[in-house]
């Protein structure tokens, strides 16, 4: 095996100051492979979107080690190598779709690949979002603008995806719709995903592990692996006694987490 894609020792995390500190997680210790996609839950405020912005490097650790692909976070942070999408859409209302995906080109950094049109019409599309790259985010639904957020994080071709909570104001039909499309990009791109999710559903129908955090301390509750209810290629039915019951499990273990 390669260098893992995120390797975390002893970390503590949260928030400093002048005299105001907040530790929000404790010792937190995890290897996540590179090509892996990595489900996190946890109640609200355990600390989910602290740990995605430590590996995106918006953020310091207060303590401990962190490599992300074997470098420090802000070296991978300049190289452009991580995306992130926010829990809500966060489009620039007055750029159109096409222009709102080619904005990581626009502001600051150099790019691998001058982004053209041609490209971004290509993501534009395997997103399902062809025909829509001159419409401007009040012009497209809710749906579609957390799809347009997708595609300006995959524009970078980011060897990490840090999702946090991307399909939380959907409507089931079109969250399950975009956790195809999602696992089909993976597939496709073999980008290592770290996902944060309020739905148990969720965590399972994605993830190859899932994690759970505590709260009251901070801390890694739980790390599962789900290999063993997914197929090669990390499919599974939700009708499946197996994924019915892998939730009923993540359920009691979310419930020892507040
Ligand atoms: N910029 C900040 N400064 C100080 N404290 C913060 C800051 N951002 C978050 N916190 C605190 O850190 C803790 C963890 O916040 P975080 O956003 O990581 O939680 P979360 O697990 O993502 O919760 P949710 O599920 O509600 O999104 C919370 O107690 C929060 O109040
Ligand atoms: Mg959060």
């Excluded at 503590?12 to 590179?34: A, F, I, K, M």
């Excluded at 109640?43 to 420090?72: H, Q, Y």
């Excluded at 859409?89 to 041609?118: K, M, Q």
Aim: charged share 25%; with cysteine; hydrophobic share 40%.
């Amino acid at each position: 095996m390669g260098t893992p894609a995120i390797e975390v020792q002893g970390l503590s995390l949260g928030y400093r100051s002048g005299r105001y500190s907040l530790t929000v997680l404790d010792n937190v210790s995890l290897t996540v492979p590179e090509g892996e996609f990595l489900t996190i839950l946890g109640p609200s405020g355990c600390g989910k979107s602290t740990l995605l912005r430590v590996v995106a490097n918006l953020l310091e650790p207060l303590s401990g080690d962190i490599r992300v692909l074997g470098e420090a976070p802000a070296a991978i942070r300049k190289k452009r190598q991580t995306g992130f999408v926010f829990q809500d859409a966060t489009l620039l209302p007055w750029r159109t779709v096409r222009n709102n995906v080619r904005l990581p080109a626009v502001v600051g950094g150099r790019l691998a690949r001058p982004i053209t049109d041609d490209r971004i019409d290509n993501i534009l599309a395997l997103l399902g979002l062809q025909g829509l790259g001159d419409r401007y985010p009040n012009q497209i639904s809710g749906g579609q603008r957390q799809r347009v957020a997708i595609a300006r994080a995959l524009i970078d071709e980011p060897r990490i995806l840090l999702m946090d909570e991307p399909f939380g104001a959907l409507d089931e039909i079109t969250r399950d719709r975009l956790n195809d499309e999602l696992l089909n990009i993976w597939r496709a791109t073999k980008t290592t995903i770290l996902f944060v999710t309020h739905s148990i559903e969720e965590a399972v129908y994605l993830g190859q592990r899932i994690m759970v955090l505590g709260a009251n301390p901070g801390r890694i509750l739980n790390v599962r692996d789900l290999k063993p209810i997914k197929t090669a290629d990390n499919s599974c039915h939700r009708e499946d006694p197996a994924f019915v019951s892998e939730i009923a499990a993540q359920r009691a273990l979310l419930a020892q987490a507040a």
